[in-house]
């Protein structure tokens, strides 16, 4: 059969399926497989907190969802394909499925038990329901039998294969190789071919399914993006945020030291570390999130890069020992990959809510550097960036990353090594100069002296310290004073940070501030608002304590500030503290990132009303 | 790869191997109370290190809050007085990312074994080399006088005034539950038990807990008067030997003997008994260990003090760093960051 | 003082005295894996609690987080979900508050031991009466598969990848290191043990400590097979049970008896030896309850399961409610908040 | 000798010495007299963290201030007579005594060892440095020697009796009587009838002495207050809360639980609680602060009012847990006696620097009401409306009281319990109607339904619950409405609580705007400023989340708003953030209270410059 082949800007698909029918798996080796084809490729996985929910259950439904083109900055608002290897799969899924689209059915997992679990009345592949869409079903567990007969493995085994069946059909559609994948599946069981060999034979009966069944009427290629000479990896932003430490490390000739209990979505990059033993990291499965940091805290009083990761619950239980590194004054890096809050709320999904606690949330008076990257690579740069600071400022830093992108992947152009920033770091030595609280006269620090120095033995403490000689000191003045010391060190960083920079004109209508992980949705909103000639402008900060020096510059050029946060308003509510000017919000909390054409409508309103 | 740390680590020409005890204090003022009994430990650990042949400057105090854990504070070492009950964590994580020094960590009752008792345990199962010092002064004192998790049940103070009804923990069988490798109790008065303790809890490879009857002259004075006045103590202790029969009182004329598997108090010079009935102490006798800190609050029987248990096990620094040795002679001496950035699955653009 | 909740304390005409194990489940959906351990937990409990005489809204689940940690969803009893590691404490309050309930905690390896440990040691020290379950797969499932302090050192997992470092705890020992009054081991697999030493927890005052061996199917699967597999087990644990010889053994044909304070295996139909030469099992014994405890990681003795010690000790919930009570009654059974609040050291003015 | 007898309108004191001189009891003793008396009494105790620092130190200064007179506020700016036991008390008090007031010292306490502690160059009681001032100087320990000379108690513990004699001059100065500290000691000692009587013998002797010393050259009487008839007693504010939480129990016929963890300065209402029992309250002293709240969560779902209590380091521990509890809608009151942070900070002093960390501090969207007690006669106030709020609303409240007034003594009209206000509690027992989140429509509670009521049986927990059934719930829009649902319960809050009053005028140039613990120094001031005529307004904050209605009407009525607080601006943040409007701030971090002439200088001086 012969097909027209069609070119796309760029698409957008979802493998969805039971947690055990390995979407996850799915998603990810169609994406390296766009990837390395050189397509900008951006990923969402999206799945339950139980590690296998009962088969066929609305709430068991784990997906993963690819978006690839020329240039891609989310993982896409809605699917031109959706796998659905179950009746809860396409029922939790459907919505978001553009008009037109194609769907793709196990009808195995469409067995009138499964349609009531899903909460069918009757059943969507028969009743017309579907219509709108190209539907594609077929029983892909009787395919996979049909292929693998005289196996020794048991059906139940063979039948797991039946998640590659899909993903060679979804290769044939978009005109892919697949032999990325087949060579990873030869890999990654090299120590059972006959199980790497089965998945094998099952992606190709999958892609040959896929060239014979007359209902595909069209193929794709996608775009390519122009990719800039050098190399590349698909990379989440948890990886990144792994490998930047490495390159810190590396750079500075520091050692890195994490403290780290696991919570999800925080906990690969603890998985990763622990890897990295011989790139001289060093990891401490603490027993729980306070000796996680604590520990760090003790590495960092060694002469380490102290650092610890978390979630949201996790960074609630560090608040205590956060006071103490800044009172101390020790290098510390606090990352919290946010999830949905409060309390355990729902721990695998996205949410932007740790703002509040990350800016205020210590007993006393104690602000803290905070950050935000914005993408898979802004993780990389920005953890080095924290490293940075935490060092020359002898501060701990939080990193605010999230759900979105710290687990879905994006394609990382890999840095130069000569580009990466230089990190100089230094142990205080000299025994006539020292004194444990002199500070630096520009950035306020105090020197970092190790023990195993000979004669710079010294104390240090969560008790008010008094100036220069950091002895316990209750006196009146000296607290005054080294409050705003410790207030002032914060404040010199913004001397030392990027100023933030504009998408568009500098002055205008209409501002979109954003902050962190939403950089892909809003930017992908700006781009398309720009392209369709909309005055409006894109300020988006990855600096939030302090503040980039020319944001109140930036905000005053604006007659409205639109501040789009994945929570209730919280960027808003420090943006009116510090700058005593109204802001307009947008917020989502409902666990997911938000749509870029979410977005777009809400500016479009807005703009209209100013228009009227 | 060399760390810049790794010159830190070395020793240098001016180490200082050589220090009396006096080198040993910071200069500040001890702001203890007249009478405490903490400055009688602090001296014993003042007088013990020099001996050890440790630099000056390996040495850190990691201590959380109480009365007694300001004791980094009047050491002329590394300190830090940190976080109440957090110590432990910390002093963890100096410790496994510097292993060449010598970590110590002075801690209360309340400290140690109330706020701080997961990490505590942890500590203790994970055997990681740190000297843990317990000040045991039966309540908190620097809250002016709540109790602790070693207060006698019925015991008034100010936050139970009708009386304790807690029952207490005993520190060395929970030390011995949690794993711990080296576990003893002193008294500060004894000081001749206290320095022999400290000496081998230095020494020993992997966690050291030390349990030290201290006195509070404010707020509970007197509770150890049985353990720490010269007469009373030889009938109300036994002091463990390691090989040594258990024997005590003031003629030393009392030994403890099994009965089944029971220790029981037996006079020496009374009809057939003789010395060799005596249990004959062991500490790499794990069994043993945990039946003597079960005499504890045993009144029929004398409070034991000396060396419970000190045995080898693997420590968490050095199978750790071993593991990280082991991964970094894989790549050789350093590693080509490019590459590693590179990973396995990159492709290339052009 | 009568307070608005002795209504509810008092058993109504409504209280539910007879139900059946079905009417035990919530009616949600279990989301626990097919062939999770767990299944096997929650069966036997629900077997269990309607033989006990407990009325149905007395009893309450209360658990922190972790798959295990999911059980009061699934209990058609009243129970709180609550945060990772803090269920010991909120159970505290909860009996404390509530004498007249029944209050159980479903907790995991990570829950209890890891982050809990600090309530979990101080619940057992305590000996406040609550029924612990502590379903250990030696690993943390519900964030995928990282190492517990149960897990065995050399253990690959996602967070040790190069093999588990630490030194594992023995939980029965840390509990009995603790002070706690009730200490058992059961494994899933083992209905007949598990529904026994569940009911004996149940009607134990004070803690109530279970560890039960349960397969992960998931991140563990396997790692009890020695314990779980019927034929296997009769050769790799052995049953205590209350004045019984410990014998154990497909045919019953070894035993366990002293060498000295030491346990070691016998074949009982050899030579001499006779099944007199066993010890016996001794519940309320607690030196042995700990020799028979650290038997546990000795790959030369059986695995013991069944009920290491259950003995009577003042639990804080009668001790501290007692307390009260006499307070009250000097007193008398009301007070007058006029005068309370007058206090005693008042004046008037004119 | 016949001396002027001259009456007035206030009084300030100080007592000082070391810690172990026993300068807290005596201060106590001269306060509870003149209470007695009907004189109106505001005490404030100041102490170091260490129990008894080395003798003679500056550190090791312990001192007890007193302020009497018709009606006061706060323990008083400057003193009119400061007793000092040895120099380094002298050296560090000596800066807060008015011009012309009396001095007496002990001079026993200012040996040559003493002088260089306190680091005198030359003894000051013989230099002449303090002839601004009416010294009276004497070594009390050889008077106390002198009177005490058959008696079977050794000399320290004689020596230890010369605070009291240092108290009987102060009595005969201000015509004082002996008979209530007599009584007070008899009963104390009662055990130990010689311990009394020598105390009573030296204060008499102390009396006697005073009446002979030709230095004192006039004796003074305290203007009384006009007390309202009813009855009087002294109190701490720490005492007040403990008292307010017996009161809401007999109130409500619901028992308290208390959940605590020792820390200085909150631990007085753990003790107090603890002597409780007779009156039904359960007090449970947790390994950790953790366990204190997670304890009170515990019997909360119990059906008791639980409560914790705790300081900075302990609130940071407990933030985890607070996101718990409003996540499991449990009525929770959580009480914050703040002292001065960050970390370990400065344990026995002063400070309001918790108000970020209790109105930001939790991970996730997670806002909780936070009440503020302004005097100790409030916190009784205060912690009965707390009650009301966490058990009708059904939500961890937050009480944030402060060292100043929870360690201080006020005198208290004890209220008439036919005016504490009515607390209907009621739990949820029907059967046919209970869902365990269903809200109430005004207050957007859900029922509190307990252990033991059959039928009702239900699980709670910290994931995102379904609205109504509160099973776990992983649906986005379910997610958002549950953020917006806990978000209005507390907005509900603000129309069942008082308007902000103001005192002085509606409208107009200046507003002092204060919260929580300075009351009485801001009220002093404004007393003050208002009585010379100066037009300005104060309005003082009980209520911080939510705001009183009536408050941004308040705030648009001013042209200047001023935000004193004992923090680098906290309030003032919060300020800005939800009214959009700038305030000027005054701001002290030095471990002590606002004097109230600090206020006026500042208000003074803004007033001013509006005036050029
Ligand atoms: C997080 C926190 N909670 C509570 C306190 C108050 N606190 C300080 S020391 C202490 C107990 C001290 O008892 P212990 O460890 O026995 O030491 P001791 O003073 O008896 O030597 C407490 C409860 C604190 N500083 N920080
Ligand atoms: C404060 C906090 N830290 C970490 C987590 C993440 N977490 C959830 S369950 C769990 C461990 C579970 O292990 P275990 O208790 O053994 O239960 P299992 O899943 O094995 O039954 C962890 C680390 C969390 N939810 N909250
Ligand atoms: S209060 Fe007690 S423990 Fe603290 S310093 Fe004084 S005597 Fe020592
Ligand atoms: S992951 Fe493991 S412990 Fe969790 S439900 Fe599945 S099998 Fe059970
Ligand atoms: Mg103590
Ligand atoms: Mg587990």
Known sequence: MDRPKIELDEVTLRFAGDSGDGMQLTGTQFSHTVAQLGVDVNTFPDYPAEIRSPEGTLYGVSSYSVNAGAKVHTSGDYYDLLIAMNASSLKVNLNYLKKGGIIITNNAGFSDKILGLAKYESNPLEDGSLSDYKLIDLNINDYVKQKITNSSLSVKVIEKTKNFFALGMAYFIYNLPLNYTEEWLKQKFKSNLEIADINIQVLYAGYEYAKNDERIKNTYTIKNAKLKPGYYRNITGNEAIAMGLVAASKISKVPVFLGSYPITP?????????????????????????????????????????????????????????????????????????????????????????????????????????????TAYSCFEMVIEAVRIATKYMVPVILLSGGYIAQGTQVLKIPEVSDLPKLDINYYTDKETYAPYKRDKVTFSRPWAIPGTPGLEHRIGGLEKEDMTGNQSSNAQNHQK??????????????????????????????????????????????????????????????????????????????????????????????????????????????????????????????????? | MKYKLDEIVDYKSESSFEYTSKELKSGSDVRWCAGCGDFSIINQVQKVLPTLGIPKEKITFVSGIGCSSRFPYYMGTYGMHTIHGRALAIASGLKFARPD??????????????????????????????????????????????????????????????????????????????????????????????????????????????????????????????????????????????????????????????????????????????????????????????????????????????????????????????????????????????????????????
Not at chain 1, 273 to 294: M, N, P, R, V
Not at chain 1, 324 to 332: N, Q, S, T, V
Not at chain 1, 532 to 549: A, D, E, I, M, Q
């Open chain 2, 101 to 350: 020094l010598s970590v110590w960590v002075p801690t209360g009752d309340g400290d140690c074994l109330s706020i701080g008792g997961n990490h505590f345990i942890h500590a203790c199962r994970r055997n990681i080399d740190i000297n843990v010092i317990m000040f045991n002064n039966e309540i908190y004192s620097l809250t002016k006088g709540q109790y602790s998790p070693t207060s006698k049940p019925g015991q008034v103070t100010k936050s139970s005034p009708f009386g304790v009804v807690d029952n207490p923990f005993n520190p060395s069988s929970l030390a011995l539950g949690s794993g711990a490798s080296f576990v003893a109790r002193a008294v500060d008065m004894d000081i001749k038990t206290l320095a022999n303790v400290l000496e081998r809890a230095a020494k020993h490879k992997g966690i050291s807990f030390i349990e030290v009857y201290t006195n509070c002259v404010i707020f509970n004075n007197g509770v150890f008067e049985n353990f720490r006045d010269k007469k009373l103590s030889k009938e109300y202790t036994i002091t463990l030997e390691h090989n040594k029969p258990l024997v005590f009182g003031a003629e030393n004329d009392k030994g403890i003997k099994f009965e089944g598997h029971k220790p029981v108090v037996f006079n020496i010079n009374e009809g057939n008994n003789s010395i060799n009935d005596a249990i004959v102490h062991n500490e790499k006798d794990s069994t043993l260990a945990f039946i003597l800190s079960n005499m504890t609050y045993n009144s029929d029987l004398p409070r034991p003090v000396g060396i419970f248990q000190a045995i080898e096990l693997p420590t968490y620094d050095e199978v750790a760093i071993e593991q990280i040795n082991v991964a970094k002679k894989k790549i050789g001496d350093d590693f080509d960051l490019e590459t590693f950035l590179r990973g396995d699955d990159y492709w290339q653009g052009q």
């Open chain 1, 482 to 612: 080294m409050v705003e010391f410790r207030a002032k060190k914060i404040e010199a960083i913004a001397n030392d940070i990027p100023d933030a920079s504009v998408y568009g004109e500098e002055t205008g209508d209409l501002l979109i501030l954003g902050w962190g992980s939403t950089f892909g949705s809003l930017k992908t909103a700006w781009d398309h608002l720009n392209s369709k000639g909309h005055k409006v402008s894109f300020c988006h900060l990855h600096y939030l304590n302090p503040f980039p020096k020319n944001l109140g510059k930036i905000l005053k050029g604006f007659k409205q500030i639109l501040v789009p946060e994945s929570n209730m308003g919280q960027l808003a509510g420090i943006i009116r503290s510090k700058f005593i000017i109204d802001v307009l919000q947008f917020n989502l909390v409902e666990g997911r990132p938000f749509k870029a054409i979410e977005i777009e409508d809400k500016v479009l309103s807005i703009l209209e009303k100013g228009n009227n």
């Open chain 1, 266 to 374: 925080a906990t690969e990059i603890l998985h990763k570390l622990s890897e990295y033993k011989s790139y001289g990291i060093k990891t401490f499965q603490a027993e729980d999130e306070i000796a996680g940091i604590c520990s760090a805290i003790g590495a960092a009083y060694g002469g380490y890069i102290g650092v610890t990761t978390t979630s949201g619950p996790g960074l609630s239980l560090k608040v205590e020992a956060m006071g103490y590194a800044l009172m101390a004054e020790l290098p510390l890096v606090i990352i919290d990959v946010q999830r949905v809050g409060p309390s355990t709320g729902i721990p695998t999904k996205p949410e932007q809510s740790d703002l509040n606690l990350a800016f205020y949330g210590r007993h006393g008076e104690a602000p803290l550097p905070v950050l935000a990257p914005s």
